[in-house]
């Protein structure tokens, strides 16, 4: 139990359904991640939170919307999904980076994402 | 942007054995972790460790990041050391880039 929460552990979707992920941290942490790890390839970052607003998109495509409502909680919606969208979606937290100062990143269990 | 390598990329061992995994980071991080995946995905934290040494039961960490590189010890190894160990660096963007992973497998 790493105080990172995700819901749910596992996903099975077709490319034409409207689902999300959900991320729960109970840290008080400020800061919230989401990465993207497919098979035989390293974790990719996909979106930084930092007190609520996001601070980095790397190049993902549209049909993956975060939402970060509050610094507890980060969703990744999911529409019109590809094949190749199919991995491992892990949800991390940290401390804020408010004062230059960067904490331990934390991991959640991560969901697996199966897209039909 | 930044580059990290970790060497080997794979390792068999014997229970009982010694091992040393490596990370290259190509510029100067404040940030460097180690974590090992489970075969469940789980990414479990080892050391947070920018700099110096540490140690965690049969664990151990040194970086040197005026010379760029890490090193995780795992000492009298076990089957549940099994998996992928990885290395992610950052700076005080927030951003962490990870390598490539050293997938370990220990034989009983």
């Known amino acids: 139990e790493t105080g990172v929460t995700q819901t749910p552990r596992h996903l099975v979707m077709g490319m034409t359904n409207k689902k999300s992920l959900k991320c729960e941290q109970h840290?008080?942490?400020?800061?919230m991640y989401w990465y993207k790890q497919s098979a035989k390839k390293p974790l990719e970052l996909m979106f930084v939170y930092n007190f609520k607003e996001q601070t980095e998109n790397n190049s993902v495509p549209s049909r993956f919307s975060p939402e970060c409502p509050n610094s507890s909680h980060l969703f990744l919606h999911l529409h019109t999904l590809q094949p190749e969208d199919s991995a491992l979606y892990l949800c991390a937290s940290r401390t804020g980076l408010a004062g230059g100062q960067v904490g331990e990143l934390f991991f959640g269990e991560g969901s697996r994402l199966t897209v039909l | 942007g930044i580059q990290v390598e970790q060497s080997p990329p794979d390792l068999i061992l014997q229970e009982g054995a010694n091992s040393t995994l490596r990370c290259n980071f190509s510029?100067?991080?404040?940030?460097l972790q180690w974590f090992h995946q489970n075969p469940w995905g789980q990414l479990i934290n080892l050391f947070y460790?920018?700099?110096g040494t540490k140690q965690n039961g049969r664990l151990s960490a040194t970086t040197v990041a005026t010379e760029r590189y890490s090193l995780l010890y795992i000492s009298s190894s076990q089957t549940t050391d099994s998996g992928v160990y990885f290395c992610a660096v950052g700076r005080n963007t927030g951003k962490l880039i990870f390598g490539q992973g050293t997938t370990l497998q220990v034989k009983p």
């Open positions: 840290l008080g942490h400020n800061a």
């Open positions: 460790i920018p700099s």
């Open positions: 510029d100067s991080v404040n940030n």
